[in-house]
């Protein structure tokens, strides 16, 4: 009876969903990506939620088209089998981008809309900053997009604001310590941090925990000696090693370098500062890679912010920070559920940075969709920048940190991308594209295969098959497009196919789909590239030359002094996030195609030790953008009648 | 038939509630309010929202216990008569505050749940800066909460969020404005401002309305003269006299004073700049005042960064971001429906500083609540710092803008800020109260009692009835309290009444609830102080003589110089925000009791054109608190098995 209830219970999990989806009547030309989200209404999201599976008390109901899913669903489904997990990275983009959101949308409408297999696709969410600076939308495009396109690409339910709020407390508390410790004396700091209370002094349970890190086993405060109570009351840190930043979810330049501190209430401390993009904080990189709320407080708690007057690392659990930082993000780690133009489900869940941090969406929203889809279900994931980067990422760090093993890489091309590969005029965001680009050219596209092969090898590293997506243009030809799909065949790809989701949705990707299927059903013989315990010049060393085909590296002094650091420290066996430009596979966006014998400078090194990787620095990375003279904001206006939003993308 | 269906539907909504209240079992001792809070289990919000007459498509729940309600129920239930309006105030109080907010909650608790009377409470959202940094609830306290407390207290439903979002993308825009004017020739700055797309030159709907304001008549961009591409293209902002700042919602004192603009890419333009907390933010007073969307953009649009070389102002709407930030508060603008400890309904919506601002909730959760209680029922709203301060905003600007009569004064006082006017030794946070107020001492109360006589009487300069609730303590003697009620009756209270809401929740203030309810039935012959047309120094000087009882006012050069200009620029017809001091009726916090004799120094005077206030500053004003040697986050956790926050409060 048990056993026959628990085949039942798993066959239902293993169910196919009895989905309503959303029927689509795709015009032509395309409309707006605004037009073509108004046009559909959108399920509720609890009828969406109960479609695929999931009880009532296990969501949060954020608006009609917005929900958080609670992680209790893990344990729930935790005997349940991961569905099939699949990558969608890119070949070396033109700064327009080649449409990874789109084709990971499509892929999902047509896998679960047009063939009847569940699906998830899981997304990154955007910043609000680029969203009312330059145009470009990240809910996918055309017919393939995540609705309502205007709640996913504004608040959302507020997960970037509470990493902000998050990030800033932390800040504060660093330059308010050290303001307090210069100003006071150890004694009045301990009578400060150990207060009297009705007539009891008494040690916060964070601040036992400090004593117990300081060799200090004592639970007592009033029986600490002078030395013991000057141990325990200053960090004593060094403001010029402060590497934790403030953040804001905007376009902001004039904040890019600043001197805080400047008020007469602040005695003089001034010192150096930044903002840099939320979605650049540590804490970001953490929400995305965490795997529970015990994780996540216990990652929080390892952020490094500085070091002290001795050369030892101050963390966020030192300033007595963690518990605020967890409490502020314990709704953020839900991730949130919406869905596509043709009402399949997508999660939305974090969006870290993908030259400092891993430009990865969640491991958690991968976890919970996994169990969701089923067993023969499909999960869709994506990665920023380029294969080079974001897949390597992928790889590297993130299934490291979830133990998911990935089953099929969809490798995005456009002939647009290839032609410049293939020395075609170069691509600016904002100038009318050269006739190379809108018109027949088969030289241009076959020479610049060059990249889409070597990011195809670069998949092989680790032992994934890949199926290459093209991402058909109108302005591509017939013969473009069956030269792409043959090259890559013959570089190793297990399959390449025109996709047409940005036109017609997700009947579109149905050839996408099906190769997808099939390449599944191949088995995947994943490794990772470099083994942890390897020196960290060693693992920057394999990831320049397997990857980016460096001949070798070149380290500053600076980069060098950072490595011996953060190997004293201990840190020197966690996992390499490049950050290095996404427009070429070296580190000048300018050197298209594949570039060969170049030595691959890094000229600083930094840790993120809880969201957990060392990020070389190749070259300078912009963390705060600016607003351009028009910003988008000029066409961004609310129909105060219809309450409707204009001018979004 | 039509007019008795009308008939019919009228009584539906006077009905009263059917509400399920929740039942209370006050322990004793009482426990703290996380405790307590989390004892009881709120209904969902959306069963709430039913009993009170919402319609399921006039709310949107944000989780398990909140949910934002719909503008569009204002013009559902526009022909349904208001109910009573009931303002809660109080005396000069303590640093350690007299309880307003558990006053508010207790009464409502008391009319809904006690003697089933419909009523709504109407709070002011919290700012999470405090909440971090020195311990303060504003969920009410005791018995007298809204729950879930910790919801309230943490990111809400992202309101403030919201704010921060939309206030510091009005600040980037302004230094990136003038960074773009100073390095660009007026052709280079119009040809990016009205750029060719696709070979066509447009202006936007926002910079058509700027060509108006200009008072140049052309739509088509080729065809302005260069003085017109000039005048358009350049706003001509004069850096030392920008008053907008920037906000984050974290008390960071090393933000008060600063240098920004300071990297290389900035090209030497820095400046003086601050952050604020984000609750100082006009656009925060906005929310708080605005009746309806269109309003709101209005306001938004309105609102004065800077003055140009020229010297005229300069506005959001010229730097072209209105529609932007009224996108980025679409949803803000929605009061968040939340519930008490016996589960009555509670607004909680906006939450302006109560210095520099107007310090009360917003006029649209007051207006919504007043059709939902029906004719009969009662809507309780909070007004902060003492009745000098925070029921003269509330009249002379907040009920100008609503348009909305008051019914009754709610003046709250306690033993222990009597005794204080009376002359009883200082009151300070954190540390242990004297003796004095710890034991009986009717002659400091009798004494102390000319602060409420004072505020009774500020009240009827307005001609609205007052009902004394004195806040019990339990260290409050029978004759104390007694005192304290007879005094206050005999300076012309309609009633006061002693309130045990903190300790036994609504059944507690069931005498407040009743002797409310006759004064409401009293008629309130409600009056403005001051006239409007009226110069500005002539506003300042009413306030100063009629309410806080000063001889005469002093303005300093600056004020002056400011007044004059503001009154050419057109905005002398403003009603007054005085930013001063709460602990005082005078500036002088340490003059308790009736100061007499004084002459209030005006040292500078602001405006908040778009919230629709002039604001004279009576001393400094810190707009960033900062965070204390042991801020309250040593204590607060979050128990990652339960998800329970621990050591909020």
């Known amino acids: 009876m048990v056993s026959s209830g628990r085949r039942w219970l798993r066959e239902q999990q293993h169910a196919r969903w009895r989905l309503h989806c959303l029927k689509l009547q795709p015009l ?285 690392p101050v963390t966020a659990e030192d300033l007595g920070v963690t518990g605020a930082l967890t409490v502020l993000m314990k709704d953020a780690i839900k991730p949130n559920l919406m869905q596509t133009l043709e009402g399949t489900p997508v999660f939305v869940h974090a969006g870290p940075f993908a030259n400092i941090a891993h430009g990865n969406s969640s491991v958690l929203a991968d976890k919970i969709a996994l169990k969701l889809v089923g067993e023969e279900g499909f999960v869709v994931t994506e990665a920023g920048f380029g294969a080079d980067i974001g897949m390597e990422k992928f790889f590297n760090i993130k299934c490291r940190a979830s133990g998911l093993v990935p089953n099929v890489v969809v490798l995005v091309a456009t002939v647009r991308a290839l032609k410049m590969h293939g020395g075609g005029p170069s691509v600016t965001a904002g100038v009318p594209l050269k006739k190379e680009y809108t018109e027949e050219n088969i030289q241009l596209v076959a020479d610049g295969c060059c990249n889409l092969q070597k990011q195809i090898q670069i998949a092989q590293l680790f032992g994934v098959p890949v199926v290459v997506a093209l991402n058909v243009f109108k302005t591509d030809s017939r013969a473009e497009i069956d030269l792409v799909c043959e090259l890559a065949k013959r570089a190793g790809a297990f399959d390449a196919v025109p996709c047409y989701h940005w036109s017609v949705g997700g009947k579109g990707s149905v050839d996408l789909a099906r190769a997808v299927r099939e390449a599944a059903g191949q088995g995947s013989r994943f490794r990772f590239l470099y083994d942890l315990q390897l020196p960290i010049v060693e693992k920057i060393r394999t990831i320049a030359q397997a990857v980016y085909g460096a001949k070798d590296i070149e380290l500053s002094p600076e980069a060098q002094s950072k490595i011996d650091r953060y190997t004293q420290q201990g840190f020197g066996n966690l996992p390499i996030c490049m950050a290095k430009t996404h427009l070429s596979l070296s580190h000048q966006p300018d050197k298209k195609g594949v570039p060969r014998d170049f030595i691959l400078p890094i000229s600083d090194v930094r840790a993120s030790i809880g969201a957990g990787f060392i990020y070389p620095l190749v070259g300078t990375m912009s963390t705060m953008p600016g607003l351009p003279t028009r910003p988008c904001f000029y066409d961004i206006d609310l129909d105060t009648e219809t309450e409707q939003v204009k001018g979004l993308f």
């Open 28 to 312: 032509s030309p395309v409309p707006s990506d605004l037009e073509i989200s108004r046009a559909q209404t959108p399920k509720a999201v609890d009828v969406l939620a109960k479609e695929i599976g999931l009880l009532a008390d296990e969501i949060e109901v954020y608006g009609r088209s917005k929900a958080k899913v609670r992680l209790s669903l893990l344990e729930r489904l935790k005997d349940q089998a991961d569905g099939k997990y699949v990558l969608v990275a890119g070949i070396t983009p033109t700064p327009l981008g080649e449409g990874k959101s789109t084709v990971t949308v499509g892929l999902v409408q047509a896998l679960t809309a047009h063939l009847n297999i569940n699906s998830f696709a899981c997304l990154r969410q955007p910043s609000q900053g680029p969203t009312f600076g330059v145009k470009g939308g990240a809910a996918g495009g055309g017919y393939a997009q995540v609705i309502p396109m205007e709640e996913f690409n504004l608040h959302l339910t507020g997960d970037i604001h509470a990493i902000t709020a998050a990030n800033n407390l932390l800040a504060a508390a660093i330059d308010t310590r050290i303001l307090h410790e210069n100003t006071q004396t150890d004694k009045a700091l301990y009578n400060r941090l150990v207060p009297l209370v009705n007539g009891v002094r008494e040690f916060s349970s964070i601040q036992l925990a400090r004593l117990k890190k300081l060799g200090i086993n004592k639970t007592d405060p009033s029986t600490l000696t002078e030395e013991e109570i000057s141990k325990f009351a200053r960090l004593n840190i060094e403001p010029s090693t402060i590497t934790w930043q403030r953040v804001l979810d905007t376009n902001d330049r004039f904040l890019r370098k600043m001197t805080i501190g400047q008020a007469h209430t602040e005695k003089g401390y001034s010192r150096q500062a930044q903002f840099d993009i939320a979605v650049a904080s540590e804490i970001m990189a953490v929400l995305a890679l965490t795997d529970s709320l015990t994780d996540m407080k216990e990652r929080l708690g390892r952020m490094v912010v500085a070091s002290d007057k001795n050369g030892q």
